[in-house]
Each structure stands twice: as structure tokens, then as C-alpha cells.
């Protein structure tokens, strides 16, 4: 079992930024990869940002490639979601969700855990 809590949500101007930590526990957090993901007003739940257990390979959805990084830290068991140029768009709430196996992968149902998810708000 892992435990993953979200933390660094909050409202922001457009064009601003914010960090998004994802704290884990329980299990090893080295075997795991882990996800970012987020869930819109009136939206299904959608696919954000992965990354692989080991921090080597990363994988962004097109709308937030180049504004948007995570990385991780398994000596600290947290995964990190740096936020910039925020648009009001990315207006959502956002998970950290981990999948136990190396791969990175872009699908919900491959995530085995799920954080409760942190309100992030954009304002224009």
C-alpha cells in the first residue's frame, strides 16, 4: 500500500506559478513510477505529466509541454510538479497517482495509487 498526499495547490494570476509536491508513503517509492494528472470543471479526469521510477524518461501532454516539469526526489519519497506560464485553463485539480513498475505510462486505469488531489486556480 502507498500513501500519496498532494500539497502546493492554491489560486495564481494568470502567467504565474506554482509547485505541486506529492509526498508518499508506505511502500518503496523507487518502484514506482509516478503520474500527474487533473480533473477540470465539468471534465473527465485527464492525463497531465509521468515519470519513469528511476527519473530517466518523462512524458507531457501537449498543452502543458515546455511550461510545465516533474521530477523526483526518492531519498525525500515526494514527486514535484513545477507549474509556470499558468494559464486559466489549467484551472483543475490536480492528482499525483503512483503504478508500481518501472514504466511511465499516460493511462488512469495503469495507476495503482491515487492522492486525494489539491485545487489549483488560475485567474485571468
Known amino acids: 500500500q502507498v500513501q500519496l498526499v498532494e500539497s502546493g495547490g492554491g489560486l495564481v494570476q494568470a502567467g504565474g506559478s506554482l509547485r505541486l509536491s506529492c509526498a508518499a508513503s508506505g511502500r518503496t517509492f523507487n518502484n514506482y513510477a509516478m503520474g500527474w494528472f487533473r480533473r477540470a470543471p465539468g471534465k473527465e479526469r485527464e492525463f497531465v505529466v509521468t515519470?519513469?521510477?528511476?527519473?530517466?524518461?518523462?512524458y507531457y501532454t501537449r498543452s502543458v509541454k515546455g511550461r510545465f516539469t516533474i521530477s523526483r526526489d526518492n531519498a525525500k519519497n515526494t514527486a514535484y510538479l513545477q507549474m509556470n506560464s499558468l494559464k486559466p485553463e489549467d484551472t483543475a485539480v490536480y492528482y499525483c497517482?503512483?503504478?508500481?513498475?518501472?514504466?511511465?505510462?499516460?493511462?488512469?486505469?495503469?495507476?495503482?495509487?491515487w492522492g486525494q488531489g489539491t485545487q489549483v486556480t488560475v485567474s485571468s
Open positions: 515519470i519513469s521510477r528511476t527519473g530517466g524518461m518523462t
Open positions: 497517482a503512483a503504478r508500481n513498475g518501472p514504466s511511465a505510462t499516460t493511462s488512469l486505469s495503469d495507476y495503482d495509487y
